[in-house]
């Protein structure tokens, strides 16, 4: 490998290790970084097929993913939703420069102690927030590490003890200085995982173990019944452990279940399209919930993943998107799974069956922390015999992607840059979609939606608010942004409006006090009787969360009743 490759792969690997915390420290961080990696591969990619120093070849694991991939992109919902693409090419750019780079063994080595190292970062934080050294980016968890909830957490958690526990089982090789490495990373990888309380994450580090002790026992020609048999055991009291220790959680999970495979039978063969979950589940969850008992109405929430990756994909790219993906997933797993394979190679696949029982329960698929070192490790699985492509060919369509990406990245850089200068008051508040020059990226990127919204919402631009949730909730379908514009439109007069909108979140969250006391304060001097219809309501619903702001507007209510 050159000089030039090496200086391009350790700079993309850079980006991709800091993308667990370079959102905390860059406003739309993660964002610059994953069009930065797209942009990377995609022209080196172009550079060096140009200079021959690389040869793009595809076999049957690279046409799958791309079959696979271009189904998603083919069967995306409208309106277009430009960061899902943007982060699609991204990945496309880092498959296909990682997947046809020079095989040397350093190359895989600094990959595995990448993950390593970059975990036991992310331990260290969140033991440092569990002493109250370092503040948690979660309200109700002390310890987050620099992700915002402990789920994300354990995943990166899981997937570094992975790559980790081959060192282990590989002790007898290693030199005094990386033995000691080792055991300081491992056990500061435990701790954290044990402060994060994620029960999918011990979950994916015990049966990629399990998988990994597993081989090299076949490996060794013993008898591996046995040992089958006490994993089955101790995974199945593993189970039962973990639904008695939240069993609350576990019934959540239960039912955001049923109501995605509601939404599976409604387009079972081509699914609801890429990006379907997040803009219709809670309209699905909404009509499950009126035929539900007391307890599910007053549990449910605000939901945006499927909390299983397997009915994730159903839900959205159906049974032909779930077979082209099982059918990528085969191929590569029998790749990894050959005796002949090093063992670091094998290390990827223990890696991926990591992740793989981590999204069981889990979401990684929507972090990009977790997926995109997944896809560096796998575009690295030993290559077949395949097709070479032209240097034209994959110059054009590197330099497509890379036109489109630039396109992508300075449009994100002129919103922020205008989003920082409206929320210091240095420019006067707009519509936001007659900022110029980008008007039709933001107001096809929702995630730009979102941060100018919640913008909006602290400034108190009411008539934006109405304008851009209007937009975002096409996208994001939650129940925050229609409280958002019932806001809105209370504080402009709109009663009318105002209740639609409370309403709405009343019956996609019966459990939540905050609409039903704000449909009350909208009508206490309008309407008597509906107010009074409300209080009552309000004294006697049994609310989700219960703390020191729902106890005083169940006290307020309670102190109007009692005055008519």
Not at 240 to 256: E, G, M
Not at 414 to 429: G, H, I, K, Q, V
Not at 455 to 481: E, P
Request: charged content about 15%; glycine content about 6%.
């Amino acid at each position: 490998m050159e000089v030039r490759q090496k200086v391009i792969v350790l700079s993309v690997l850079c980006i991709v290790y800091s993308l667990p915390q370079i959102w905390f420290f860059l406003v739309g961080g993660e964002e610059y970084a994953m069009l930065s990696l797209g942009i990377l591969c995609f022209a080196a990619l172009s550079y060096f097929t140009h200079k021959g120093t690389i040869r793009v070849n595809i076999d049957k694991i690279d046409i799958l993913f791309v079959c696979f991939i271009s189904y998603c992109l083919f069967n995306v919902c409208l309106p277009l939703d430009v960061t899902t693409l943007s982060r699609t090419f991204s990945l496309v750019g880092i498959w296909f420069f990682f997947r046809n780079l020079p095989r040397k063994d350093y190359g895989v080595m600094m990959v595995q102690w990448g993950i390593i190292l970059s975990s036991v970062v992310q331990a260290a934080v969140a033991i440092m927030q569990q002493f109250g050294v370092w503040n948690s980016l979660h309200a109700h968890f002390p310890a987050t590490g620099a992700f915002g909830n402990p789920g994300p957490l354990g995943g990166y958690l899981a997937l570094g003890m992975t790559i980790l526990f081959l060192r282990f089982v590989r002790f007898g090789i290693r030199s005094r200085c990386e033995q000691v490495l080792i055991v300081m990373c491992a056990v500061i990888l435990l701790c954290a995982i044990v402060i994060a309380d994620s029960r999918a994450s011990w979950f994916a580090v015990s049966v990629a173990a399990g998988v990994c002790c597993f081989r090299r026992r076949r490996k060794r020609k013993t008898k591996s019944i046995k040992f089958m048999a006490l994993s089955a055991c101790f995974l199945t009291l593993q189970a039962i452990a973990f639904i008695c220790y939240r069993p609350d959680s576990v019934f959540a999970r239960l039912t955001i279940w049923k109501v995605s495979l509601l939404m599976f039978c409604d387009a079972p063969v081509f699914g609801n399209g890429t990006g379907s979950f997040l803009r219709r589940y809670m309209d699905k969850q909404t009509e499950y919930l009126s035929g539900a008992s007391t307890f599910i109405k007053r549990e449910a929430d605000d939901v945006s993943v499927a909390y299983n990756e397997i009915l994730g994909v159903l839900v959205e790219q159906g049974l032909v998107g779930f077979c082209l993906l099982m059918a990528f997933m085969i191929f590569l797993c029998a790749t990894l799974w050959k005796r002949d394979a090093s063992e670091d190679e094998h290390s990827f696949l223990y890696a991926l069956i990591s992740v793989l029982c981590f999204s069981l329960f889990s979401y990684p698929s929507s972090i990009p922390a977790i997926y995109v070192p997944v896809v560096v490790m796998l575009a690295l699985t030993p290559m077949g015999k395949g097709m070479n492509l032209s240097k034209r060919y994959v110059r054009s369509f590197a330099t497509l992607n890379l036109t489109f990406l630039v396109f992508c990245f300075f449009c994100n850089l002129s919103f922020w840059t205008y989003l920082d200068r409206y929320r210091s008051l240095e420019t006067t508040p707009t519509n936001i979609f007659d900022h110029k020059p980008v008007p039709w990226f933001v107001r096809h990127n929702p995630i730009c939606l979102t941060s100018m919204a919640d913008a909006q919402i602290a400034v108190g631009d009411q008539m934006a608010i109405i304008i851009t949730c209007g937009r975002l909730v096409q996208y994001h379908n939650k129940s925050q942004w229609y409280m958002a514009l019932g806001d809105a439109n209370a504080q402009l007069g709109r009663l009318k409006e105002a209740d639609a909108y409370y309403g709405r979140v009343c019956t996609m969250r019966p459990g939540l006090v905050e609409p039903f006391y704000a449909r009350f304060l909208l009508w206490i001097g309008e309407d008597s009787e509906r107010s009074v219809s409300i209080a009552r309501h309000v004294l006697s619903m049994p609310a989700k969360i219960e703390n020191s702001e729902t106890r005083a507007m169940r006290e307020s209510v309670y102190e109007f009743l009692q005055r008519i």
